[in-house]
């Protein structure tokens, strides 16, 4: 019974006598809750001759944006970066085992680095904490939205690859304070990033290289690291919202040649179709940048397709113009005639009647007429003319067998045959 008393007392008396450990503790023995200001202000070496070596590591978490008119891209980056404080160290074993900590990152020191190519100041949620271990080795992770300047090539739009450069490094140390290195090669990091990858939009990621490069100014050398992201244009939807249009639009201005040119319907057709496609060579000039190097293919595609336009249209107008005015020679030329030919007709009819008055008016009349009746009434007008020319004839062949009578016969017989001539026959 006093045995296990005594095992129970040296269970307690062991229990109460167990350290107990905390964040705090160790913050305690770093100093960092009595100045902060030593560990914040000046790079974290304890000889100024050493170099902070920087590793960084960048994943390309979503591409958001690629704005070709302003040349600019816009991805969502993870960025992960590490370096050595030389004043900052612990022994785990003096405080139960804890080998790292979590600190407001105002606290400690941190590397001044920033993407070259950032254009606007950066406002997604930061996170506010880093990391420290044991041994001094400092982890920083944040998410960044970056608006960065691309100079893009769109000279195969839409069928283009694009590749974009993050340049991350150092606005102040140089490169015998500080110095780069990438936590992942190029193969890694694209691998990481398609792992990752969440948004891609119209743009499909291919890869990321990871190189280092150094940049000269006033005797002093900067080391940057850089990141480079190729893209690929997705082409289906210009290819449905330009391409197609544009060449569906030539189809039908070739069509509108067997459209008939009365009316202006040819000319107006043509016209509306040379407005839809200014339409889309403005929405085209939206999208593309003022500025480039060569041409776009599309600009070239287009305005060669509204050249043939523009010529279809002016031919249009021509043939038009020509149609029109041989009509107006026409209508000139018949009129003309028709003044000729009363004139003549008014000419001969006046000389036939000098000469033979009844012939002539005889003549001229039925020529008047015959302009005037149809054709059935010119067929009734001839076999009347027939019959009169018959009885005229008949007059004359009387009159000649009158003159010889009064010759033999003498007066009484001419003045007999007038009578019986005058006379009513009985039928």
């Known amino acids: 019974m006093m045995h296990i008393s005594f095992f129970l007392l040296v269970i307690i008396t062991g229990g109460v006598s167990c350290k107990v450990c905390s964040y705090q503790d160790v913050l305690d023995y770093l100093n960092m809750t009595v100045d902060t200001s030593v560990f914040k202000l000046t790079r974290p070496v304890l000889d100024h001759t050493h170099t902070t070596a920087v590793k960084t590591d960048l994943i390309l978490y979503a591409i958001l944006s690629v704005v070709e008119k302003t040349q600019t891209f816009v991805p969502f980056v993870w960025v992960t970066v590490q370096w050595k404080d030389e004043r900052i160290s612990w022994d785990p074993a003096q405080f139960c085992g804890i080998t790292e ?24 949620p930061q996170n506010p904490y880093i990391l420290v271990t044991h041994d001094g080795t400092v982890y920083f992770d944040e998410d960044m939205r970056v608006i960065s300047t691309c100079k893009m090539d769109v000279h195969k739009f839409p069928f283009d ?38 948004t891609q939009g119209e743009w499909e990621f291919l890869k990321m290289s990871v190189e280092s ?8 050398r900067w080391e940057l690291l850089v990141y480079k992201v190729t893209i690929k244009r997705r082409p289906l939807l210009h290819v449905i919202n330009f391409l197609l249009p544009i060449l569906f639009f030539l189809i039908l201005d070739l069509a509108s040649f067997f459209i008939a040119d009365h009316r202006g319907e040819k ?4 016209v509306t179709v040379l407005l839809a496609i200014s339409v889309l060579l403005l929405i085209l000039n939206d999208i593309l940048p003022s500025m480039s190097n060569r041409t776009p293919l599309i600009a070239t595609y287009c305005i060669v397709i509204f050249a043939l336009m523009l010529l279809s249209l002016l031919e249009t107008i021509l043939v038009t113009y020509l149609i029109d005015k041989d009509s107006e020679d026409e209508l000139s030329l018949c009129d003309s005639g028709e003044e000729k030919n009363k004139q003549m007709k008014t000419k001969d009819c006046s000389t036939g009647i000098k000469k033979q008055n009844g012939c002539s008016y005889k003549v001229c009349e039925s020529e008047k007429k015959h302009e005037l009746l149809t054709v059935d009434d010119e067929v009734n007008y001839s076999s009347h003319s027939r019959d009169t020319n018959a009885l005229q004839l008949i007059l004359d062949e009387q009159k000649k067998l009158q003159n010889m009578m009064h010759r033999h016969f003498g007066p009484r017989a001419e003045r007999y045959y007038t009578m019986q001539s005058s006379a009513p026959k009985r039928r």
């Not at 606290?107 to 920033?114: A, E, G, Q």
């Open 213 to 220: 490069s150094n940049i000269s100014l006033y005797d002093r």
């Open 267 to 270: 000319l107006g057709f043509k």
């Open 101 to 124: 900590i979590s600190v407001p990152k105002g606290i400690l020191w941190r590397p001044d680095l920033f993407i070259y190519e950032m254009v606007e100041k950066d406002d997604s």
């Open 161 to 198: 690859t694009q590749e974009c450069s993050l340049s991350i490094g150092s606005a102040i140390h140089c490169v015998k304070e500080i110095r780069i290195f990438p936590f992942s090669n190029s193969s890694r990091a694209t691998q990481f990033s398609r792992e990752v990858m969440k």
